[in-house]
């Protein structure tokens, strides 16, 4: 598992060849744990993922991402086709982070599904959510 402190870069194009699933309004990325398995997986640990939504273009050179808020804390999911494209994308979230000041930031990698936290509003000084949002991530 990859931590590192950051928050979201602005969008960009997907570069990456898709090498998942064939192409349909949820495709994911096969070998790698897909967003609805983070949210539900969020959602037995008592975490209410809210406003959840698809990112058309998907940023940082991911292939399928979502979008939404979780005890306002933004949250990002993010699936990769390739070490190649997450390496580029886990880059590109840092380079993000170091043109905007950010409170509280984590990105952390299962196989190739990232997830990004960020506390923008310094609304959970505490750590506590993304903290255990990180624990259950870490478990998939």
Known sequence: MV????T???CGKNKS???AAPASTAAHVQG???TDDVLNAWRNAGLAPEGFA????APNSAFYCEHGVI???DTLVCEYTSEDALTRGAQQVKEGWARVDIHTGVILRAKR???V???RERREPSGKTISLLAKVFGKL
Do not use: E, I, K, N
């Open 3 to 6: 931590l590192l402190l950051a």
């Open 8 to 10: 979201f870069p602005s």
């Open 17 to 19: 060849a898709p090498t």
């Open 32 to 34: 790698t744990p897909h």
């Open 54 to 57: 698809r990112v058309d273009p």
């Open 71 to 73: 005890r306002s804390v």
């Open 113 to 115: 599904t990232t997830m």
């Open 117 to 119: 936290v960020v506390d």
